[in-house]
Nanobody, 126 residues
Framework: QVQLVESGGGLVQAGGSLRLSCAAS????????LGWFRQFPGKEREFVAA????????YYADSAKGRFTISRDAAKNTVYLQMDSLKPEDTAVYYC???????????????????WGQGTQVTVSS
């Protein structure tokens, strides 16, 4: 069993930056992928970025490319999402998730993820 706890959300002005953290308790194996999703009010969660625990291959949604960076610290069992050049349309609840047997073709698939954090609110003011 893996538990995920997000932190780092908050209020920031447009153009600013935030770094989200996701601390995992329990064993994270090399087959895992850790991902970030976000959810707008009344909408389904959407993929933002993911990283394979073994090798560190990263994947990004088009909306995140060039502005967001996902990284991991294996020693701390933590995944980060550095968000730069934030826009008001990035305002959402951001969730961390873990897929136990991930591979490239499914890394963006919401239903693949086995464990989820509680979410952290990110609000970008204009």
């Amino acid at each position: 069993q893996v538990q995920l706890v997000e932190s780092g959300g908050g209020l920031v002005q447009a153009g600013g930056s935030l770094r989200l953290s996701c601390a995992a308790s329990g064993r994270i194996f090399g087959s895992y992928a850790l991902g970030w999703f976000r959810q707008f009010p009344g909408k389904e969660r959407e993929f933002v970025a993911a990283i394979r625990w073994s090798g560190g291959t990263t994947y990004y949604a088009d909306s995140a490319k060039g502005r967001f960076t996902i990284s991991r610290d294996a020693a701390k069992n933590t995944v980060y999402l550095q968000m730069d050049s934030l826009k008001p349309e990035d305002t959402a609840v951001y969730y961390c998730a873990a897929d136990k047997q991930s591979y490239a073709a499914v890394v963006q698939t919401l239903g693949r993820y086995d464990y989820w954090g509680q979410g952290t609110q990110v609000t970008v003011s204009s």
